[in-house]
């Protein structure tokens, strides 16, 4: 089948596999031979069991996981992740958790920890240089309960090439827009979650991976949805989880797995196709990236122009040509392409065979 589909570059919610949603256009009329769309079905039925039964091990695997984790899928996205996890886990008064500050989101995190009058530190941040690095050499205290960082730096553009010593502090890390883009040694981490709606499908639904003995400190008195305990002692279904992104994910995790062939591949791919960016950056005096080549993200390609009108020209003329989402943050301006797991290989030189034209057009 032929669709009139752009090359789409949007953050979020983003591109999925086309295979995928060809599979959900199919399933959203009959499930399964059910009769029901997979958005009708119930969730306690034997068809939805094996929808989130599949994609927890799917998870499992791809992660290799072992048993020292749970996969857990909770509403609110990442954002809500900011406030359960001091809420959840700071509870002894004396005690206090370290924060990288790599860009709003992080900041966005720090923010909630603060709200709730949890005691924090914030170890390193990039803010004096705008957030265009990732900081080194941290110094992490000992004794803090977590350390928590942001693998990938959406609006900035930033990511973790690799992560950090934290002297034996278990890592909590929001991968909302990088999980599943490369393979995880899990070994240093505590928890990692991810809102769906950027590297493994639809908006909806926030993937927590999460390592089973510190669920052991969560206290009884927080409210049912607001524990970590509630989610996995129920196996997510304690009240209706959002049935129809976890399949969406299902299906995501299932194309990842067997078209791309694992994390291995996934992450190959994604470095050749950021790669052609940046190398083509590297020799431009028309387009110039905004973040440090050490620190720079293989997810979200952040680059200006000379100057903003010519950005805002850029991005127009590209959705034209089939381009689109290629508009900076509203908070930093610019232009960003970011180029998930799901966008497709030839979308690259597509873009930059647009780019070459529109400088000879314009520069
Ligand atoms: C998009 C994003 C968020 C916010 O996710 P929501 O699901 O909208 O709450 C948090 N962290 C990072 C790194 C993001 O990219």
Redesign the pocket.
């Known amino acids: 089948m032929k669709y009139d589909r752009i090359f789409n570059f949007n953050?979020?919610p983003a591109v999925l596999p086309l295979p995928v949603l060809e599979e959900i256009q199919k399933s959203f009329l009959d499930f399964k031979g059910s009769g029901m769309s997979v958005t009708e079905i119930s969730h306690r039925s034997k068809w939805f069991d094996h929808v989130i039964t599949d994609a927890v091990e799917r998870t499992r695997r791809l992660l290799n996981l072992g048993d020292r984790f749970e996969v857990l899928f909770i509403q609110?996205?990442?954002?809500?992740q900011?406030a359960l996890i001091p809420m959840n886990f700071l509870t002894d008064g004396k005690k206090s958790a370290d924060y990288v500050n790599t860009g709003t989101?992080s900041t966005?995190?720090i923010r909630e920890t603060e709200i709730q009058g949890k005691k924090y530190n914030v170890v390193a941040s990039s803010e004096d240089k705008n957030f265009s690095y990732i900081p080194k050499n941290i110094k992490f205290n000992s004794d803090a309960v977590f350390a928590h960082i942001?693998?990938?730096?959406?609006?900035k553009g930033t990511q973790w090439a690799s992560f950090p010593d934290t002297a034996g502090v278990p890592i909590f890390a929001?991968?909302?827009?990088d999980i599943m883009s490369r393979p995880l040694d899990m070994e240093k981490f505590g928890m990692v979650y991810a809102?769906?709606?950027?590297n493994i499908g639809p908006?909806g639904v926030?993937m927590v991976i999460i390592r089973k003995d510190l669920l052991s400190s969560v206290p009884d008195n927080l409210p049912s949805m607001l524990k970590y305990t509630t989610y996995s002692s129920k196996n997510s279904m304690y009240n209706t989880p959002p049935c129809f992104t976890v399949y969406a994910i299902q299906l995501v995790l299932k194309w990842l797995e067997e078209t791309i062939g694992g994390l291995d591949k996934m992450a190959e791919i994604n470095e050749q196709k950021a790669k052609l960016l940046y190398d083509y950056f590297d020799t431009s005096n028309f387009y110039s990236g905004t973040a440090e080549p050490d620190s720079r993200s293989l997810m979200n390609v952040t680059f200006r122009l000379p100057n903003e009108d010519l950005e805002k020209k850029f991005v127009t003329d590209a959705l034209e040509n089939g381009f689109g989402g290629l508009k900076g943050h509203r908070s930093v301006g610019g232009c960003r392409a970011s180029i998930y797991n799901a966008t497709p290989q030839e979308a690259i030189p597509a873009l930059l065979d647009f780019m070459e034209t529109f400088e000879k057009e314009n520069g």
């Not at 609110?76 to 809500?80: I, K, L, Q, R």
């Not at 942001?150 to 609006?155: F, G, Q």
């Not at 929001?174 to 827009?177: E, L, P, V």
């Not at 809102?195 to 950027?198: F, I, L, P, V, Y």
């Open positions: 953050a979020g609110g996205g990442a954002s809500m900011f989101w966005k995190a942001t693998s990938n730096n959406t609006i929001d991968m909302s827009s809102g769906a709606q950027k908006a926030c």
